[in-house]
């Protein structure tokens, strides 16, 4: 039986053309959301962006038919607009008001009247509690979902290998095909293994002993950077040896790096260490300059309205990576913070001579970035929207690096399956030009309270 699903704002606010997402059913969209479309379409931010997509999408249907009969559309499903049930009765704590409340009227009205099963959609949980309470179906929009977070892909993997393969690896690498890991049970089995995924390879007669290593074509190589120090800085863990790799990769070999982890594992740190070693210490010309955006739920959309120039509206969001800046500026720790206006005046070069520049999320879209090494910090607070306008607007020569915690999500709606970081993760993952990597909780750097804070709360 053929379903008939009402979206709400937000799914058309994330996914402009999610209305195409519910195969050969009907696709109803009540007044009120064109309404809320309507006030949203003028927005500078990410949900202006959108929103004007969502009315374009509309409009290519509204050409070809009535909209409130019913326009069939490509996938053999039909798309109507809903202007009725404005009289229809809910509870009176339910305030008609309000633009929720017009969408239950709606869905309550139509389960009323057909005989076809009504579902709402939409990505707030509080309104789908409200459908329930009404006795409504109500769901997520699960298109762009991924898999739950302990099942999502890692980018490293660790596996046996015979002694004598293990011996020969630095000189020959190993073929994907000797390698085996074991299970629960204790029975042998061979792994799935991505391009590019990062190994940590273990001599089966002595479990002790490892490589560390990288798949590339059917083969595990060894790591090209393993004895690198970017700007001075040392790896301190495997998970440290695999984000220096990446990094130091041309963007021609590996135009996109995306890192997650949780606080204190050395993502934005590493990043900027290599970005520096790249941009100062190498007289090769291989970046113009280090980008950095941090996305920002609320910032993003409100910018135009703060003080100053974009540089210093964006600056509160820049501390975090000055934090980072002064420990690699000034590595001796017992000194670094003993003249704090010195340290100030080098981290002000640095931006004055626009070796490091900072944009915000909605100042990026839309542009062509060559020759640039481009940090995403926090990039679990974009949605898949946004990350792939991101992606896909990279210049020549230019290496895009995501990093963040899927863990640490600041924005309305979005949650550990549905962000863009881990959208960008899931999709991305056997891709020759995408390197990725997921630090473990064991390898946070911070501090003795940061790490016994992560095993403990």
């Excluded at 040392?234 to 130091?248: K, T």
């Excluded at 000055?322 to 420990?327: C, K």
Aim: proline share 4%.
């Amino acid at each position: 039986m053929s379903k008939v699903y009402v979206l709400d704002t937000n799914v058309l606010i994330q996914a402009p053309g999610a209305f195409r997402c519910f195969e050969e059913n009907t696709v109803v969209i009540p007044v009120t959301v064109l309404e809320e479309l309507d006030n949203l379409k003028r927005d500078d931010g990410e949900r202006g962006i959108n929103a004007r997509k969502a009315i374009r999408a509309l409009e290519q249907l509204r050409v070809r038919g009535l909209l409130t009969d019913g326009v069939e559309m490509e996938n053999g499903g039909l798309l109507r607009v809903e202007k009725n049930y404005v009289d229809v009765q809910l509870p009176q704590d339910f305030h008609e008001h309000k633009q929720d409340n017009r969408i239950l009227k709606v869905c309550k009205g139509l389960a009323e009247d057909l005989s076809q099963p009504v579902i709402l959609v939409t990505k707030d949980m509080l309104l789908r509690i409200k459908a329930q309470l009404l006795g409504l179906a109500a769901e997520d929009f699960t298109t762009e979902q991924v898999a739950e977070e302990e099942i999502q892909y890692r980018g490293r993997a660790e596996v046996y290998v015979p002694e004598d393969a293990f011996k020969d690896f630095k000189k020959k690498g190993v073929s994907v095909d000797k390698i085996y890991c074991i299970d629960d049970e204790g029975n042998t089995y061979q792994p799935e293994l991505y391009e590019n995924q990062f190994i940590v390879l273990k001599a089966d007669q002595s479990a002790k002993k490892t490589h560390l290593g990288r798949v590339e074509k059917g083969m595990i190589k060894k790591l090209e950077y393993q004895k690198s120090k970017p700007y001075g800085i040392s790896p301190r863990n495997s998970g440290q040896y695999f984000i220096q790799e990446a990094l130091m990769q041309p963007a021609a070999k590996a135009p996109l790096v995306i890192v997650k982890g949780l606080a204190g594992t050395s993502k934005t740190f590493y990043s900027l260490a290599v970005g520096l070693e790249k941009v100062l210490n190498q007289q090769s010309g291989e970046y113009r300059r280090i980008l950095i955006c941090r996305p920002n739920a609320q910032f993003d959309s409100e910018i135009g309205f703060l003080p100053g120039d974009e540089q210093e509206k964006i600056s509160p969001l820049l501390r975090p990576v000055i934090d980072n800046l002064e420990q690699l500026i000034d590595s001796d720790e017992k000194e670094r913070y003993a003249n704090e206006a010195e340290l100030r005046g080098k981290i002000d070069e640095i931006f004055d001579r626009g070796i490091i520049q900072a944009e915000a999320m909605n100042f990026i879209r839309g542009r062509s970035i060559a020759k640039t090494y481009l940090m995403i910090d926090e990039a679990q607070n974009m949605t898949p929207e946004q990350v792939k306008g991101i992606i896909t607007r990279a210049g020549k020569d230019t290496k895009i690096i995501l990093l963040g915690d899927p863990n640490q999500i600041d924005r309305p709606f979005l949650d550990e399956r549905t962000n863009g970081l881990s959208y960008a993760s899931e999709h991305m993952k056997g891709s020759p030009l995408c390197w990725q990597l997921t630090f473990s909780a064991s390898e946070c750097e911070r501090s003795e309270l940061a790490m016994d804070a992560i095993q403990r709360l």
